[in-house]
Every structure is written in C-alpha cells, then in structure tokens.
C-alpha cells in the first residue's frame, strides 16, 4: 500500500465482505480509530484528489502509522526466521514454559512457528476488537479457541503482529491470569508505542517505528 487512498480503498472491500471495524482495523494493522476513519472516507463522495497522497491521514483524520509486514507473511521461509529471532527473545523467560498464546488473527500463525521453535503448546485469543463497531469496546469480551491448547493455571508466552496502542495486548494479558495462567514476555514484530512493559509483562519488538512530528 502506498498511500492513504490505497488503506481507504482496501477498507471499504474488507467492509464489503463482512468485517467489523474492529476486524479492519486487525487487518490494516492500525488503531480502531483509523479503521473507523478510513470506512467512512470510503463511503464519502470525496475525490480522489482532495485526499492525502502522502501516506499520512488529512488534518481532520487521526494520527497512525500503517504497518505492512506483508512481504514477510507472503513467504513460509520469511516467516520461519522472523519466528525463531521473535522465540529468541521469549526464551530468557522462565524455564519450562509450554505455552504459546497467539493474539488471532495475524498473531496465530506467527505464534505457531514461535511456539514450534519454543517446544511448546499453541493456544489463541480472539479479542474483544473483532466485535467492535462503534461505541465502549469494554462492553465486548474476547476469547480462547478451544480448538487449541487451554491455560490450565500455566506460564506461558503471549505473540501478535503489532502494537498500535496496547490495548489488545493488555485485554489479553488480563484474559491470560482470569484463567489462572500467568503470561511471562510478549514479543510483536513492531511497537508503534515503544512499549517495554503492560501489566508488568515485559514486551519485546523486532522493531519500534515511533511516529515523530512537529508539535502544534
């Protein structure tokens, strides 16, 4: 994707098919918000030309940064050793951990290669986001797929593909210890927020990409 026409016209298909904003926003990797902002310019009768071309949303949209790992999740090779450099920096963290939570949708197959590496179980959190349309998000709850490992009082690790504002991170890491499960590290592929902790949890990134701007 190469601009913010590009984020708009890809929002409005994944609308077309069904996703909540909530999902869209998983999908483009960014803030609900943004997801939100995107779905309505794409219902607006604004020309192509009044918008962006720059990458950025417009003044009057909020501030984001799109993330696309896609030519790393395009490729199984790509993948498998972006996953052994994230169980990496999971494996200074306890000792004997047999548990790999993935954040779905984009963190369960990061987490099953990560969890591959680590020698551990694999289980997945669908967050509250994925019902999100409009209004408090508190009001919604997420998840474990009970097609995959359960927390059974366990230490384990948490994996996801980004952190826009922590918020998904944070739910799931209070989901974890609601089971009696007691989350050791959490790593992602990139941090917007530059977050080292959540909940006491340390947090590892592969990379940080800290939006800097000139301040009003």
Known sequence: MKNVD????????????????GEIADELNVSRETASWLVERSDATTQP????????????????????????????????????????????????????????????????LVARELETDLGTYTPA??????????????????????IRDRECYIVDDTITSGTTMRETIEAIRAE???PLACV??????????????????????ISVGKEE
């Open 6 to 21: 590009d984020l708009i016209e890809s929002a409005a298909e994944l609308a077309a098919r069904g996703l909540s904003k």
């Open 188 to 209: 992602v592929l990139a941090d917007k927020q530059g977050v080292e902790e959540l909940e006491g949890v340390p947090v590892y990134s592969l990379l940080q990409v």
């Open 129 to 150: 986001k994925h019902q999100w349309e409009e209004g408090d998000i508190d009001e919604l709850g997420g998840t474990f797929s009970r097609n995959f490992a359960g």
């Open 180 to 182: 009696g499960g007691e």
């Open 49 to 112: 030309s009044d918008r962006p071309q720059n990458g950025a949303a417009s003044p009057s949209g909020p501030q984001d940064i799109h993330v696309d790992w896609s030519a790393i999740g395009r490729d199984s090779k790509r993948m498998g050793a972006i996953a052994e450099a994230m169980a990496d920096m999971l494996a200074k963290h306890g000792e004997d951990v047999d548990l790999t939570i993935g954040i779905e949708k984009a963190g369960g197959p990061i987490a099953t």
